[in-house]
């Protein structure tokens, strides 16, 4: 028996190496595509284009070697690591500067929440500026590649179609217009029978500067008071810095919060999303977090009761 380990052991050596430089080459690389799904399709593109010329850099130096043993293994391991993990973090650095829009640009949220694929994106109605270049967020809690296109009416060829978005926690821009006043139907290319839903572009959409930002940390808002214009849209950013926890922006008839008037999609910390809101009767209304109700505060359209009081809503909510 003890003559016959010492083969066995000569045997598994060399196959344990190149089976663990492959288990660690993999694990990156699956790490590596969920970066770039992360960003647009011309920073992935690029960026693929990159680590594949690098990866045969490194195996042709490798592969130059005269003897092949352990340590160059070693060193095509640390290579492909090495490269995937800094054109990763440039993809993530450049493509988000890319997808963030110019200064003062409109962005309009669209949401896919758990199970989208079968219940649809958390909002059917979209609403978008004429005339200019907007930008549409998607942001993605359902572990399943979802993405968002717009196309003039449904069964035609979109106009655009954004980056891939894989959830929970991930997100993405495409750039929309300019277009013309009118509707226009946005659809998932991977869902398109269930993700559905109708952009109206029109004049008069408020821009994020005309806008105001709530901010979410340490589990709280920094705001108990949030005043808004009667009948009239508008745009509120919640920049959320709570780290690994979720917030949005709910708004209510009173603080029974039984009547829903508006409810934002959820934002998974660090991260924004700029909210529409649409028109609002003036009077004075309640906002919390659907996920931490103490985050709680009063909202005030047009004045508060003084401007006439809120015009009864319909029954079910907004």
């Not at 109206?200 to 949030?226: C, K, M, N, R, Y």
Request: glycine share 14%; hydrophobic share 45%.
């Amino acid at each position: 028996m003890s003559r016959g380990s010492g083969p066995r052991q000569s045997l598994l050596l060399p196959l344990a190496i190149p089976v663990g430089a492959l288990a660690v080459i993999g694990a990156a690389l699956f790490g590596f595509s969920r970066v770039l799904l992360r960003v647009s399709h011309t920073a992935a593109t690029a960026t693929a284009l990159a680590v594949a010329a690098g990866i045969m850099v490194v195996a042709s130096i490798v592969a130059s070697r005269k003897e092949a043993g352990g340590t160059a293994i070693l060193s095509l391991v640390g290579g492909v690591v090495g490269i995937a993990m800094f054109t990763g973090g440039a993809a993530l650095l450049l493509g988000q500067h890319e997808a963030g829009g110019g200064e003062g640009q409109t962005v309009v949220a669209l949401a896919a929440p758990v199970n989208a694929a079968v219940d649809g994106y958390a909002q059917t109605e979209l609403m978008a500026p004429a005339a200019v270049e907007f930008a549409i967020r998607l942001t993605s809690e359902d572990p399943v590649v979802h993405n968002v296109a717009v196309a003039p009416a449904q069964g035609e060829t979109p106009l655009v179609t954004g980056p891939d978005v894989l959830g929970p926690g991930g997100s993405g821009e495409v750039a929309v217009g300019p277009l013309d006043a009118g509707g226009y139907f946005f659809f998932c290319t991977y869902h398109p029978t269930t993700m559905t839903g109708t952009l109206t572009v029109q004049e008069g959409v408020t821009s994020p500067g005309e806008g105001l930002t709530v901010l979410a940390s340490g589990i709280a808002f920094d705001t108990d008071t949030i005043e808004l214009a009667a009948d009239t849209e508008a745009t509120i950013t919640l920049d959320n810095a709570d780290a690994g926890a979720t917030h949005n922006i709910a708004i209510y008839t009173d603080e029974s919060a039984t009547t829903l008037i508006w409810d934002g999609p959820d934002v998974l910390g660090p991260g924004s999303i700029d909210y529409t809101v649409p028109p609002i009767a003036a009077g004075e209304y309640y906002f919390h977090c659907d996920t931490h109700p103490p985050m709680l505060g009063t909202v005030i359209v047009d004045g508060g009761p003084e401007g006439g009081g809120p015009a009864p809503p319909d029954d079910g909510g907004g």
